[in-house]
Protein backbone atom coordinates (compact mmCIF):
# COMPACT_ATOMS: atom_id res chain seq x y z
CA UNK A 1 0.00 0.00 0.00
CA UNK A 2 1.40 3.35 -0.75
CA UNK A 3 1.51 5.72 1.68
CA UNK A 4 3.62 7.57 3.94
CA UNK A 5 4.86 6.19 7.38
CA UNK A 6 6.01 9.01 10.60
CA UNK A 7 7.70 6.66 13.73
CA UNK A 8 7.51 7.24 16.30
CA UNK A 9 3.91 7.78 16.93
CA UNK A 10 4.95 9.28 20.76
CA UNK A 11 8.54 10.18 21.78
CA UNK A 12 9.40 11.84 25.12
CA UNK A 13 12.98 13.89 24.83
CA UNK A 14 15.07 15.42 27.70
CA UNK A 15 15.65 18.83 27.35
CA UNK A 16 18.88 19.81 25.88
CA UNK A 17 18.59 16.74 23.62
CA UNK A 18 18.64 16.16 19.89
CA UNK A 19 16.36 13.94 18.56
CA UNK A 20 15.14 12.62 14.91
CA UNK A 21 11.16 12.34 13.32
CA UNK A 22 11.29 9.63 10.96
CA UNK A 23 9.66 10.01 7.57
CA UNK A 24 8.91 7.90 4.41
CA UNK A 25 6.73 7.64 1.91
CA UNK A 26 6.53 4.94 -1.63
CA UNK A 27 4.43 7.38 -3.19
CA UNK A 28 7.25 8.54 -5.20
CA UNK A 29 6.44 12.09 -4.83
CA UNK A 30 9.08 14.48 -5.44
CA UNK A 31 8.12 17.35 -2.88
CA UNK A 32 8.00 16.31 1.01
CA UNK A 33 7.36 18.58 4.03
CA UNK A 34 7.12 19.47 7.64
CA UNK A 35 4.63 20.92 9.96
CA UNK A 36 4.11 21.71 13.42
CA UNK A 37 0.59 21.69 14.80
CA UNK A 38 -0.07 23.43 18.43
CA UNK A 39 -3.39 24.21 19.31
CA UNK A 40 -4.89 27.82 18.29
CA UNK A 41 -2.32 27.90 15.37
CA UNK A 42 -3.54 25.60 12.74
CA UNK A 43 -0.22 23.78 10.51
CA UNK A 44 2.90 25.45 10.49
CA UNK A 45 5.91 24.78 7.89
CA UNK A 46 9.03 24.05 9.28
CA UNK A 47 10.87 22.93 6.42
CA UNK A 48 10.14 21.52 2.68
CA UNK A 49 12.22 19.60 -0.06
CA UNK A 50 11.04 19.92 -3.82
CA UNK A 51 14.42 17.58 -4.79
CA UNK A 52 16.49 15.38 -3.41
CA UNK A 53 19.78 17.06 -1.62
CA UNK A 54 17.75 20.29 -2.01
CA UNK A 55 15.27 21.98 0.75
CA UNK A 56 14.23 25.21 1.88
CA UNK A 57 13.16 26.86 5.31
CA UNK A 58 9.45 27.22 5.72
CA UNK A 59 8.27 29.91 8.63
CA UNK A 60 9.48 28.22 11.58
CA UNK A 61 12.32 26.83 10.51
CA UNK A 62 15.06 28.15 13.71
CA UNK A 63 15.74 25.27 16.06
CA UNK A 64 15.58 22.33 13.43
CA UNK A 65 17.24 20.46 10.67
CA UNK A 66 16.41 18.19 8.26
CA UNK A 67 18.30 16.26 4.88
CA UNK A 68 16.77 14.85 2.08
CA UNK A 69 19.26 12.13 0.83
CA UNK A 70 17.00 10.18 -0.91
CA UNK A 71 13.68 10.27 -2.63
CA UNK A 72 11.78 8.65 0.00
CA UNK A 73 12.74 10.10 3.11
CA UNK A 74 12.61 13.72 5.24
CA UNK A 75 14.08 13.56 8.60
CA UNK A 76 13.64 16.05 10.37
CA UNK A 77 15.56 16.66 13.48
CA UNK A 78 14.50 19.02 16.52
CA UNK A 79 17.55 20.54 17.91
CA UNK A 80 18.05 21.83 21.67
CA UNK A 81 17.81 25.18 20.03
CA UNK A 82 14.32 24.69 19.70
CA UNK A 83 12.69 26.54 22.09
CA UNK A 84 9.33 25.05 22.32
CA UNK A 85 9.51 21.46 20.58
CA UNK A 86 6.55 20.24 22.72
CA UNK A 87 4.17 19.87 19.48
CA UNK A 88 2.49 17.45 17.19
CA UNK A 89 4.72 17.12 14.05
CA UNK A 90 3.14 15.94 10.14
CA UNK A 91 4.70 14.91 7.65
CA UNK A 92 3.49 15.64 4.21
CA UNK A 93 4.74 14.51 0.49
CA UNK A 94 3.13 15.67 -3.03
CA UNK A 95 3.66 15.48 -6.39
CA UNK A 96 4.83 18.64 -8.34
CA UNK A 97 5.01 19.23 -11.58
CA UNK A 98 2.97 21.45 -14.32
CA UNK A 99 -0.14 20.08 -13.42
CA UNK A 100 -2.69 21.36 -10.55
CA UNK A 101 -2.30 18.00 -8.69
CA UNK A 102 -0.55 19.78 -5.77
CA UNK A 103 -3.07 17.41 -2.86
CA UNK A 104 -0.78 16.50 -0.21
CA UNK A 105 -0.45 13.18 1.86
CA UNK A 106 -0.03 13.12 5.10
CA UNK A 107 1.47 10.51 7.88
CA UNK A 108 -0.24 9.98 10.77
CA UNK A 109 2.14 12.09 12.99
CA UNK A 110 4.53 12.23 15.84
CA UNK A 111 3.55 13.79 19.23
CA UNK A 112 6.55 15.23 20.80
CA UNK A 113 6.77 15.94 24.45
CA UNK A 114 10.04 17.61 26.22
CA UNK A 115 10.29 16.08 29.88
CA UNK B 1 1.32 37.68 8.74
CA UNK B 2 -1.77 34.72 8.53
CA UNK B 3 -1.91 34.82 4.71
CA UNK B 4 -5.17 31.74 5.53
CA UNK B 5 -7.71 32.62 7.98
CA UNK B 6 -10.17 30.91 9.49
CA UNK B 7 -11.95 33.02 11.75
CA UNK B 8 -14.34 30.52 13.46
CA UNK B 9 -12.65 27.86 15.77
CA UNK B 10 -15.75 26.07 16.20
CA UNK B 11 -18.65 25.26 15.03
CA UNK B 12 -21.68 23.35 15.84
CA UNK B 13 -24.63 21.75 13.33
CA UNK B 14 -27.46 19.02 14.06
CA UNK B 15 -27.30 16.08 12.60
CA UNK B 16 -29.20 16.49 8.73
CA UNK B 17 -28.09 20.13 8.85
CA UNK B 18 -25.90 21.88 6.64
CA UNK B 19 -22.93 22.82 8.12
CA UNK B 20 -20.82 26.05 6.14
CA UNK B 21 -16.85 26.46 7.24
CA UNK B 22 -15.85 29.44 5.88
CA UNK B 23 -12.08 30.05 4.87
CA UNK B 24 -10.27 33.98 4.09
CA UNK B 25 -6.89 34.87 2.39
CA UNK B 26 -5.06 38.22 1.81
CA UNK B 27 -1.85 36.31 -0.86
CA UNK B 28 -3.69 37.52 -4.53
CA UNK B 29 -1.08 34.79 -6.07
CA UNK B 30 -2.98 31.83 -4.48
CA UNK B 31 -4.39 29.81 -7.28
CA UNK B 32 -5.12 26.67 -6.01
CA UNK B 33 -7.66 25.54 -2.93
CA UNK B 34 -8.09 22.55 -0.94
CA UNK B 35 -9.52 21.27 2.65
CA UNK B 36 -8.53 18.74 4.87
CA UNK B 37 -10.00 16.86 7.64
CA UNK B 38 -8.27 16.06 11.05
CA UNK B 39 -9.17 13.71 13.45
CA UNK B 40 -7.29 14.21 16.86
CA UNK B 41 -3.76 12.46 17.12
CA UNK B 42 -3.65 11.59 13.28
CA UNK B 43 -2.30 13.21 10.15
CA UNK B 44 -5.46 15.64 8.26
CA UNK B 45 -6.86 14.35 4.80
CA UNK B 46 -7.56 15.65 1.76
CA UNK B 47 -11.59 16.09 1.35
CA UNK B 48 -12.01 18.32 -1.81
CA UNK B 49 -10.35 21.05 -4.01
CA UNK B 50 -10.81 24.21 -6.18
CA UNK B 51 -8.65 25.76 -8.61
CA UNK B 52 -9.06 29.25 -9.36
CA UNK B 53 -10.29 28.99 -12.49
CA UNK B 54 -13.46 27.71 -11.33
CA UNK B 55 -16.31 28.89 -8.40
CA UNK B 56 -17.25 25.55 -7.54
CA UNK B 57 -16.51 22.10 -7.13
CA UNK B 58 -18.79 19.27 -6.00
CA UNK B 59 -18.02 16.10 -4.33
CA UNK B 60 -21.19 13.85 -2.55
CA UNK B 61 -22.10 15.78 0.48
CA UNK B 62 -19.11 18.29 0.38
CA UNK B 63 -18.97 21.49 -2.06
CA UNK B 64 -16.40 24.64 -2.06
CA UNK B 65 -17.15 27.59 -3.12
CA UNK B 66 -14.98 30.38 -4.31
CA UNK B 67 -15.41 33.99 -4.43
CA UNK B 68 -12.34 35.05 -5.72
CA UNK B 69 -12.92 38.84 -5.82
CA UNK B 70 -13.70 38.65 -2.20
CA UNK B 71 -10.50 36.05 -1.19
CA UNK B 72 -13.18 33.61 0.52
CA UNK B 73 -13.63 30.45 0.08
CA UNK B 74 -16.29 27.81 1.54
CA UNK B 75 -16.80 24.61 2.57
CA UNK B 76 -20.61 23.37 2.61
CA UNK B 77 -21.34 19.62 4.14
CA UNK B 78 -25.19 18.43 3.04
CA UNK B 79 -26.58 16.91 4.97
CA UNK B 80 -24.13 16.80 8.05
CA UNK B 81 -23.60 13.64 9.74
CA UNK B 82 -22.28 12.39 13.36
CA UNK B 83 -18.92 11.04 11.64
CA UNK B 84 -18.07 14.88 9.89
CA UNK B 85 -17.39 15.57 13.32
CA UNK B 86 -13.55 17.12 13.07
CA UNK B 87 -11.33 19.90 12.84
CA UNK B 88 -11.54 21.15 9.11
CA UNK B 89 -8.18 23.29 7.75
CA UNK B 90 -8.75 24.97 4.68
CA UNK B 91 -5.14 25.53 2.59
CA UNK B 92 -3.74 27.37 -0.02
CA UNK B 93 -1.18 26.98 -2.66
CA UNK B 94 0.40 29.34 -5.32
CA UNK B 95 1.95 28.06 -8.58
CA UNK B 96 5.05 30.33 -9.36
CA UNK B 97 6.52 27.83 -11.86
CA UNK B 98 10.30 26.56 -10.68
CA UNK B 99 10.09 24.61 -7.82
CA UNK B 100 7.77 26.28 -5.44
CA UNK B 101 4.31 25.25 -6.58
CA UNK B 102 2.70 22.64 -4.39
CA UNK B 103 4.04 24.62 -0.72
CA UNK B 104 0.15 24.62 1.18
CA UNK B 105 -0.27 27.11 3.78
CA UNK B 106 -2.92 26.33 6.83
CA UNK B 107 -5.37 28.27 8.48
CA UNK B 108 -5.87 27.40 11.94
CA UNK B 109 -9.06 25.26 11.64
CA UNK B 110 -12.24 24.77 13.15
CA UNK B 111 -13.76 22.72 15.00
CA UNK B 112 -17.10 21.00 13.48
CA UNK B 113 -19.27 19.92 15.97
CA UNK B 114 -22.46 17.55 14.52
CA UNK B 115 -24.76 16.46 17.22
CA UNK B 116 -27.08 13.32 16.70
Known amino acids: DGGITQSPKYLFRKEGQNVTLSCEQNLNHDAMYWYRQDPGQGLRLIYY???????QKGDIAEGYSVSREKKESFPLTVTSAQKNPTAFYLCASSSTGGSLDTEAFFGQGTRLTVV | DQQVKQNSPSLSVQEGRISILNCDYTNSMFDYFLWYKKYPAEGPTFLISISSIKDKNEDGRFTVFLNKSAKHLSLHIVPSQPGDSAVYFC???????????????FGQGTILTVHP
Open chain 1, 49 to 55: SQIVNDF
Open chain 2, 91 to 105: AASAYAGGTSYGKLT
